[in-house]
């Protein structure tokens, strides 16, 4: 695969692999709509912030984005965690196949609001991606981490970028990181599949000044950043994106109205990809 002049390969489970299918499709990276929007709005972070840092991917699966983060993004390193021990050697390979070998740090354990443990539940064969994790006794125990734990322990703390996607266990994540949040308030890439998950996700960064600056993704993935703009129109654009959530796909005016209102309020232009 070809993006930017630059060429990248990635290794998965077997020719019916979900994402791969879609990498073979399109010739571009794996959700590239949200990968495309988190690069924009890292760089508009550079007028006031220094260029660099590091980005944690909790969910990495095979490495997609963190590969992005890092051969692209130019963040450093990129902490990559994932759940399960067959996909973690997959997301090796791929990292140092895409010259990241130095610039990234592959931990192969759950994300929670602690250190314990947790039960693995694999996703269907042809989307191992949907792995999830529970609490509770089970086949497969994984150990699981804090966030803010495993940093201390590694002495990071530059955090620019939290993406999460751990299939229902986001809230535990966020949980785990209230440090990192407050300390660096790193852009955020969350994924929510209902109104009531989005809700729960806000109150867990609420006081820490974010808003939600665009919504992307074959699932709901959430882009939300600190940004100038004020404290009321920060509550009432968040309070917007509860309500766009309550909305049917099949209403798409209104959903593409009350998007557009959003992006005006926070970022000061309107610019979408194309059929959104």
Request: hydrophobic residues 40%.
């Amino acid at each position: 695969m070809q993006y930017r002049g630059a060429r990248f390969s990635f290794r998965t489970f077997g020719g019916n692999d979900h994402i791969l299918k879609i990498l073979r499709r399109t010739g571009r990276f794996y959700e590239q709509d949200v990968l495309d929007r988190l690069q924009d709005r890292y760089k508009a972070s550079l007028r006031s912030r220094a260029q660099g840092g590091c980005a944690v991917d909790a969910g990495a699966f095979i490495g997609t984005h963190s590969i992005f983060f890092g051969a692209v993004m130019g963040l450093n390193p990129v902490v990559s965690f994932e759940a399960n021990p067959s996909t973690y050697p997959i997301l090796q390979q791929n990292l140092t196949a895409n010259g990241l070998a130095e610039k990234s740090i592959p931990i192969n354990c759950a994300l929670g609001e602690g250190a314990g443990s947790v039960t693995l539940e694999l996703g269907a064969a042809d989307n191992l991606g949907s792995t999830k994790v529970r609490h509770g006794e089970g086949r497969t125990t994984i150990p699981m981490v804090s966030l803010d734990e495993e940093l201390d322990r590694r002495a990071i703390t530059n955090v620019r970028l939290l993406k999460v996607d751990v299939e229902g266990a986001e809230l535990d994540v966020l949980d785990g990181a209230h440090l990192t949040l407050a300390r660096c308030r790193p852009l955020l890439c969350i994924e929510a599949h209902t109104p009531q998950h989005l809700l729960q996700v806000l109150r867990r960064i609420e006081g820490l000044g974010y808003v939600i600056v665009d919504c992307l993704g074959l699932s709901p993935t959430y882009v939300i950043e600190c940004n100038e703009a004020g404290r009321l129109t920060k509550f009432a654009v968040n309070r917007i994106w509860l309500l766009r959530a309550c909305v049917p796909q099949t209403l798409k005016t209104v959903r593409w109205y009350l998007r557009r209102i959003c992006q005006s309020l926070t970022t000061g232009r309107w610019d979408p990809p194309k059929g959104t």
